[in-house]
C-alpha cells in the first residue's frame, strides 16, 4: 500500500482513546487551533512526518491484542482520502474504526458532497467523536472525549436510523 499520509506520531497501545485496545494515529495539520489543544505540535500542516499507509497495517497486524485504530489529530478529515484508505485496510484486519474531529457530523454531511473525501472517511468510521474542544466545556471525568459539547456517534446505527445515535460506551 503506497498511498501516503503525514502524520504527528502513533501510540501502538491506548486504552483511553476509544473503547478496547487501540492503535493510535495522530493526524498532522488542523485547521481549528481550538484554546486549549491538548495536541498544539499537531496543528502546523507542514509538520510531522510522512509514511506509507501500509507501513500503518504492518504495525497493526504485530498486534493481535488490538480491538481498533483510532484517528486524532490534528484533524483527520483534513487528509480524509488517505485516512479513508487507512480505515478500509484496517477493517480489513477485523479492527473498528474511531475518529475524531474538530467539525460537527451535521457539517461533515452537509459538505460532503463538495469533499466527497470526507463521506469516504464517515463511510469507514464506525464511531466519531465531533465537535471542538472547549476549554470553558473541559471535564477531566468524560469518557473519551475532552470537552461537553463533544459527542460521541454510532456512525453504523445513525446511517441506519437516519438521525444521530449517541454511542453507548
Known sequence: M???????????ES????????????AQ???????????????????????????????AKKNPLLDGITFSGGEPFEQA?????????????????MTYTGYNYEYLLENSH??????????ESDILVDGRFELEKKNLLLKFRGSEN???IDLKKSRLKGNIVLAAI
Not at 32 to 54: A, K, L, R
Open 29 to 59: 495539520g488542523c485547521k481549528h487551533n481550538c484554546p486549549g489543544c491538548h495536541n498544539p505540535h499537531t496543528h502546523p500542516f507542514d509538520g510531522g512526518t510522512i509514511v506509507t499507509i501500509g507501513s500503518i497495517i504492518e504495525q
Open 15 to 26: 486504552i483511553v482513546d476509544g473503547p478496547g485496545i487501540r492503535m493510535v494515529v495522530f
Open 81 to 97: 482520502g488517505s485516512f479513508a484508505v487507512l480505515a478500509h485496510e484496517a477493517k480489513k484486519l477485523g479492527l473498528n474504526v
Open 2 to 12: 503506497d498511498t501516503e499520509i503525514r502524520i504527528a506520531g502513533i501510540v501502538k
Open 114 to 123: 463538495v469533499h466527497k473525501d470526507w463521506a469516504r472517511l464517515l463511510e
Open 150 to 152: 463533544q459527542r460521541i
